[in-house]
């Protein structure tokens, strides 16, 4: 039995469309509703996430060009 002889006899098979068969249903609903659900909390723990290390960045920079200053202040002049 050959691939083209396979082919043949499923293409002469006569099935009707049923256009239940071919609709996601309940269970496609729901899990594009829940994968969307997951998504967008992914993205508001990014943004939580990109936020809290900005903030730390910056208190990092604050506290560096304190410190800074506080070297120069200390340091004996001539």
């Not at 049923?18 to 993205?43: C, H, K, R, S, W």
């Not at 723990?45 to 990109?50: K, Q, S, Y």
């Not at 290390?53 to 560096?64: F, G, L, S, T």
């Amino acid at each position: 039995m050959s691939v083209m002889g396979v082919v043949q006899r499923l293409a002469e098979d006569s099935t009707e469309f049923d256009p239940n068969q071919v609709t996601p249903g309940v269970e496609g609903f729901l899990f594009t509703g829940l994968m969307a659900a997951g998504i967008i909390a992914l993205g508001f723990l990014l943004v939580t996430r990109l936020r809290r290390n900005m903030y730390r960045h910056e208190v990092r920079e604050e506290i560096a060009a304190e410190l800074g200053e506080a070297e120069a202040d200390s340091e004996p002049r001539s």
